[in-house]
């Protein structure tokens, strides 16, 4: 099994706040409804300022209640999708180390990468994604289309920025930290797709490499990752050299 480094997940102090800001917009609503009903009954205010202050405000905060209610699901998914491949990754031979939910600077640069793999051929960034539906445009494309049915079994359309364009940003970050550090490797791109209900439909070519992983078929990435020619091997040392130069550069 594979050694594991860094197991917390930023996603989960994100979900904690995003709870927290919708526990206090509710807590406003309600305070909005108590002065509304005390300015009719003690007629504190005229009706009419009082109506537009709760209609106004009190829309706002539902709208508000709902765009947080949406990024607390997206986030929740998010942790969910890392949390399961993590596990995948884990059945890494023990010569791999896993490094995950970075943080890392360059010159003032960031970049947050979900996993960064060490082993004894190579280092590679992994980006995960938890998204459903059909994924289509150009490898080289800013965004990329994604197109789902929801429950109600009406199509959904949206833009995603192209997880290749951010896994590729991702590599040129650590590849100067690691040029810093006098460690000239190549690195590898990979973005692993998790959910069951996702289908590509990408034109082009790319060097990032691709996986749809479904349950009960995680053997794919792992055995890419153990067969991976990279016409390097290596050593204890080297491999410790590269883990220590990437958690210096974790914020």
Request: net charge positive; with cysteine.
């Amino acid at each position: 099994m594979a050694t594991v480094l860094n197991r917390t997940n930023h996603l989960k102090k994100d979900i904690r706040w995003t709870k927290i800001k919708i526990f206090l917009q509710i807590l406003k609503l309600f305070i909005l409804f108590v002065i509304y009903v005390c300015s009719l009954t003690f007629d504190i205010w005229d009706k009419f300022v009082s109506s537009y202050i709760a209609l106004g405000y009190g829309t706002y905060t539902i709208f508000r209640i709902t765009y947080l209610q949406k990024k607390k699901s997206i986030l929740a998914n998010g942790l969910e999708g890392e949390k399961y491949f993590l596990k995948v990754a884990e059945k890494l031979p023990k010569s791999y180390t896993i490094l995950t939910d970075l943080d890392i600077g360059y010159k003032g640069n960031f970049s947050q990468l979900d996993m960064i793999v060490v082993g004894d051929n190579g280092v590679f960034i992994i980006e995960v994604k938890n998204v459903r539906g059909t994924i289509t445009g150009h490898v080289t494309d800013h965004d990329l289309t994604q197109t789902k049915i929801n429950r109600d079994g009406k199509k959904y359309v949206k833009t995603i920025y192209n997880p290749i364009k951010q896994v590729e940003t991702h590599r040129e970050r650590l590849k100067d930290i690691l040029k810093s550090n006098k460690i000239n490797i190549r690195i590898e791109n990979i973005v692993a797709f998790v959910n069951k209900d996702i289908h590509l439909n990408l034109q082009g070519k790319s060097s990032t490499k691709l996986f749809t992983i479904r349950r009960g078929k995680e053997h794919s990435i792992i055995q890419y990752l153990v067969d991976f020619k990279g016409n390097i091997t290596l050593n204890k040392n080297q491999k410790d050299k590269i883990i220590q130069s990437i958690l210096n550069a974790n914020k």
